[in-house]
């Protein structure tokens, strides 16, 4: 069974750009998440999806990020523009069902905002 | 005060030892609780869930919960060196939100 895929692995950018990043979750994943995981820390949700819905983005800064899953497959997180602080890994994990209990996670972006 | 709290370590064990995590959190409804593992560079894997109060084993897994202390832990039986990573304890909050704390480094030493 194929994993969470997530690319690219590495994006160095400079401030004030944009940038976008994909996911594929497992297939027959409903529920798709994105979190940021800064050094040192866990991981913090940004938004996560029941299909096409995003059913929690409490935490997403919509001032510059936005994301999509348009057909409640695969998802794109994009931040426009990136500011320094912006520098974390992007984590995108998937699981079988609302309720289900067990996150399969990407092998992440590695974001630098130079 | 962090909604999950762990030590950030690093813990370091000799090999063959027991390894001892250990994980609060604030929200006194929370239900579910998990642990993940994190090699450096890679991404978190489950590797524990536990739901009521008490003791569940796997192979050299335990977890244990105490609801009334908001308090949950891990232990390692005979740690190896590939146990080393950063163990990240989890809890299902209400509406299904999964909060992380930041994570106890554990370095089993051989």
């Known amino acids: 069974e194929a994993g969470v895929a997530q690319s690219p692995r590495y994006k160095i950018i400079e401030k004030k750009q944009p940038v976008a990043f994909w996911c594929n979750p497992i297939s027959g994943h409903n529920t798709l998440y994105w979190y940021l995981q800064n050094l040192g820390q866990g991981p913090e949700l940004l938004i996560r999806y029941e299909n096409e819905e995003a059913v929690d983005d409490s935490q997403l800064p919509k001032d510059r990020f936005s994301a999509e899953r348009l057909k409640g497959v695969d998802s794109t997180l994009k931040i426009q523009p990136a500011e320094l602080g912006d520098s974390a890994v992007y984590l995108c994990?998937?699981?079988?069902?609302?309720?289900?209990?067990?996150?399969?996670f990407g092998s992440g972006t590695q974001l630098s905002v130079l | 005060q962090k909604e999950v709290e762990q030590n950030s370590g690093p813990l370091s064990v000799p090999e063959g030892a027991i390894a001892s995590l250990n994980c609060t959190y604030s929200d006194r409804v929370s239900q579910s609780f998990f642990w993940y593992r994190q090699y450096s560079g890679k991404s978190p894997e489950l590797i524990m869930s536990?739901?009521?109060?008490g003791d569940k084993e796997d192979g050299r897994f335990t977890a244990q919960l105490n609801k009334a202390s908001q308090y949950v832990s891990l232990l390692i039986r005979d740690s190896q060196p590939s146990d080393s990573a950063t163990y990240l304890c989890?809890?299902?909050?209400?509406?299904?939100?999964?909060?992380f704390g930041a994570g106890t480094i554990l370095r089993v030493k051989s």
């Open positions: 989890a809890v299902k909050r209400n509406g299904n939100k999964l909060v």
């Open positions: 994990a998937s699981s079988s069902g609302q309720n289900s209990e067990k996150l399969f």
């Open positions: 536990i739901y009521s109060n």
